[in-house]
């Protein structure tokens, strides 16, 4: 097995305004195109907002009475929320020589390996011919945790993950995420239902960023149907 991101560089940010975020990540893709930096994965978090993809259904969206933020994104995916209590991951890398899927995969057993060494057992799912993309990380129970959107302009990805550590859960009811109606639930959650402590964004991160150097491309993970 080769690894995927030997070099890559955590960064991390607190919480960022969404479209500062977006403006700086095509200076960060520039870099890295340029030569003048090298992979880095930015670990940070968004005040209230729900982005989505060219294909989502207006449907799918929130009502404006929610007061929730929508904008549309050049990302893959569905609508999907950010906000306080996530951990999102963007990941700015040079991908000339992976496949997208390949880069995908390595996100979610990325995700997977950092849960599973805090003891939230994570897989990934296989998306059915012609169905709903069940792109991200799920609960062996099919809730879902992590949701995935990437980009890749010019041998560059740009965007990446969001995990729910201890958002407000109330928001996933004012809209449809990811375009699917499976449930969506939080590491708070989960260690509520277990009866042990929530961990804290700082440990989660440390989490993340010791299974990103880890795992490689080639790594398969849990899959579930």
Not at 24 to 29: P, Q, S
Not at 54 to 75: C, F, H, N, Q, Y
Not at 161 to 168: G, K, R
């Amino acid at each position: 097995m080769t690894e995927a991101f030997p070099d890559l560089s955590r960064v991390d940010l607190g919480e960022v305004e969404y479209d500062s975020a977006t403006t700086a990540m095509e200076g960060w893709a520039a870099e890295c195109r340029a030569g003048t930096a090298g992979d880095r994965l930015f670990l940070l978090s968004h005040p209230p907002i729900v982005t989505y993809g060219s294909r989502t259904s207006p449907a799918d969206l929130p009502p404006a009475a929610s007061g929730l933020p929508v904008v549309e994104v050049d990302r893959g995916g569905q609508a999907t929320y950010h906000g306080p209590g996530q951990i999102v991951g963007y990941l700015v890398a040079n991908v000339r020589e992976r496949g997208p899927a390949d880069v995908v995969r390595w996100m979610e057993q990325g995700l997977i390996t950092a849960l599973d060494a805090l003891g939230f057992p994570a897989v990934r799912r296989q998306t059915p011919p012609g169905g709903s993309s069940l792109v991200g990380v799920w609960t062996p129970d099919h809730r879902k945790i992590a949701s995935i959107g990437m980009r890749i302009r010019g041998g560059v990805s740009t965007h990446g993950f969001a995990l729910n550590v201890d958002p407000d859960m109330a928001v996933f009811a004012q809209f449809v995420s990811c375009g699917l109606a499976d449930p969506i639930t939080s590491l708070r959650e989960l260690a509520v239902e277990r009866g042990v402590p929530t961990p804290t964004d700082a440990v989660v991160r440390d989490s993340l960023a010791r299974s990103f150097r880890a795992v490689s491309c080639e790594t398969p993970g849990r899959l579930m149907a």
